[in-house]
């Protein structure tokens, strides 16, 4: 467990184990594809409806031969194993071959581009993009209603589509290269939204997002105005995790979070103001990190009267002080304080 309460991992009775692989074998769950080796009946068959493809020559997996013999295929994986020259030039055979694919994972296989065929994969509930080297996403994406999860990265942008997936729940963008418009308010079952710029977020109606959970904000922020900021931050009625992280020549914006009721885990990178003229925090926060803040004034005054807070991490320049002071009494429930490259700083002093 961890010091929030949260379970991080578990354990499973090696028979339990052994009863599952056992069982996964008879009903043909899933198949291993490993391209050096010949698929055997112990580790998948053509009648396995989910795939993992471990080898660098992906391409020979996009074979006619192979594609057709598992036409019902669920889903599909592949996995590079540190193969830098991993690659797949004609990605459209997965959209042409398995029609009723649900996960297509391509997460660390370089894709030149996706091709606007994808965009007939009705069934499709995941795609995983992140670390492709893609650029662009096709508008056929927007065909994709049965999406749930969504994960890309450094997109040049990403195409204001999105909002034509109803049932979206997952959606990770971080680092988009264009700030340009892009609407999710109309997403009501989105649950985690990552990477949205501060523009962007500024221009949707977030009380729609009735069902959001968790946000991931970045970029330039100079634009943005805190209090309008706060407004819109605070309408998101079940919002428990937020993050904000300022690109370097822009300051993080005002914000009063206190209306924030369930708010328990904030994030906070990118130059800020003092944190007394600036910052209301939610009084049910649990954890909270600070990073690249280039406080002058000492923060814990005002941290140490939070009254839930178990976790503080104190990161890279996130304190410019020389020196920090904990009261007898502050800090009533912490559990793990962290203070990592605070470069300046040479005492903190606890009574």
């Known amino acids: 467990m961890s010091v929030n309460a ?9 028979l ?3 009863l599952a ?11 291993i594809h490993d391209i050096p080796y010949p698929l055997s009946p112990s580790i998948g068959s053509s009648k396995c409806r989910r795939q993992s493809i471990i080898s660098s020559d992906i391409e020979r997996y996009a074979s006619v031969e192979h594609s057709s013999s598992t036409p019902y295929l669920w889903s599909l994986m592949f996995f590079n194993l540190g193969h830098e020259t991993c ?7 997965v959209a042409k071959c398995f029609k009723v694919l649900r996960v ?6 370089g894709v030149e581009s996706l091709p606007c065929i994808i965009g007939k994969l009705i069934h499709l509930r995941y795609l995983g993009l992140r670390h492709t080297g893609l650029k662009l996403l096709p508008p056929s994406i927007g065909n994709l209603k049965n999406l749930q999860t969504l ?49 962007q977020w500024i ?11 968790k946000l991931k904000l970045e970029g330039r922020c100079e634009l943005v105005e805190g209090v309008e900021f706060s407004k819109s931050i605070a309408k998101l009625s079940g919002l428990k995790s937020l993050y904000i992280k300022a690109s370097d020549e822009s300051s993080i914006p005002s914000l009063a979070l206190d209306s924030c ?4 885990k904030l994030d906070i990178k990118g130059h800020m103001q003092k944190l007394s003229e600036t910052f209301q925090f939610p009084l049910n926060l649990s954890q909270l990190t600070l990073e690249a803040c280039r406080l002058d004034c000492d923060p814990m005054p005002i941290l140490e009267k939070l009254p839930k807070l178990l976790t503080l991490r104190l990161r890279a320049e996130s304190y410019i002080g020389m020196e920090m002071h904990v009261s007898t009494n502050g800090f009533p429930q912490l559990k793990v304080l962290q203070l990592f490259e605070l470069s300046e700083m040479i005492k903190l002093n606890i009574e």
């Open 6 to 14: 949260r379970v991080v991992e578990c354990r499973v009775h090696d």
């Open 16 to 18: 339990v184990r052994e």
């Open 21 to 31: 692989i056992r069982k996964a074998k008879e009903q043909n769950f899933f198949g």
């Open 87 to 93: 690659r797949v030039s004609q990605p459209d055979f």
């Open 104 to 109: 297509l994972d391509l997460e660390g296989v």
């Open 151 to 199: 994960d890309t990265n450094n997109l040049k942008q990403v195409p204001n589509v999105i909002w034509k997936i109803q049932n979206m729940r997952y959606l990770y963008i971080e680092g988009q290269e264009d700030d340009i418009p892009l609407q999710i308010d109309m997403l009501e079952n989105l649950q985690i939204l990552s990477g949205i710029t501060f523009n």
């Open 203 to 213: 221009q949707n109606n977030s009380k729609k997002l009735t069902c959001l959970s």
């Open 261 to 264: 009721l369930y708010l328990s």
